[in-house]
């Protein structure tokens, strides 16, 4: 069975993968073009994918061999699932492992908005900090405030956890279907999409991205939002429109933002949402801790094994795939 790995992982993965007579075709160049990428993609059986390759209709067309795709990432949206589904392709990712990094991301941005603290760090830098001043950069505390989480799953609900645990914050979210879990042990209130933005003072997206939310935060969203409201995006770039939360944040329409990712990734260095006090970006860095990434590398490589013993992947985003195996 030939597995391409198209950029580096934690060894812990590939030592496993070895240790049950598992081999992985690694290219020597870091980075790929995209021919040579979709060569060694035709001529695998496995692809442990790294990074936002798309795995479209007409990827699944040229590489007629494919067999399963393991993602080094929870998120799948890069990938028609639907498209592998049809045609028996098992897609592997790593959930559960990144709940608690990719959530301690959410809470780090949701007080660094707070406080400004991109502003500050500048002034500093900048030779700017001069003698106390009791107006200067207020930011605003978050006791007692309503966290809205749209997608409360795993992710969000560690994110709501340690806003309860730190800030007393109440919690309502909006997702496909009620989590009890979060409605017992967090008291966490459903609400409407509508009620989500008009009550929320911190909105956290923690969602599955699909392309029908594509610009689900837009003008018209930001502009049911409180003027106090931070945005935090740590799920996918995809779900806000970037000009217009420029526009809100730039006429106070809301508080200020903090996003771990864009769109598109990466984000231009001269993005005018670089230049503004209350907004913080961060690179795409959710899950980035040795032991998140350890744990991803592991939970790959256990897709694989699985998949080259004929065995149900533990992670699938598909599972329906084996339902029609059967
Ligand atoms: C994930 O695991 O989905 C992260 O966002 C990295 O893509």
Redesign the pocket.
Known sequence: MKIFLNNRIPQNGIDLLKNNKLELIIPTDDHLSHEDWLKHCQSADVILNV??NKFDKSFFDQCPNIKAIV???????QVDVEEATRRGIPIG??PEV?NKA?SDVAFLLMQMVSRKVNYNIEKVKGGQWKDFDSMEALGQELYGKKLGILGLGRIGFEMAKKCRAAFDMKIIYHNRHHNHEAEQELDATYVSFEELLSQSDVISIHANYTPGEAGKFDKAAFEKMKSNAIFIN???GGFHNESDLLQAVQSGTIWGAGL??TNPEPMHADNPLLQLPNVVILP?I??ATAEARAG?SRVAAENIIAFSKNLPMPSCANPDVYQQQM
């Open positions: 990074g936002k993602l080094f990432s929870v998120g799948f949206d990712n790593t990144l990719t740590t799920a996918r771990d990712v795409h959710g899950s991803m």
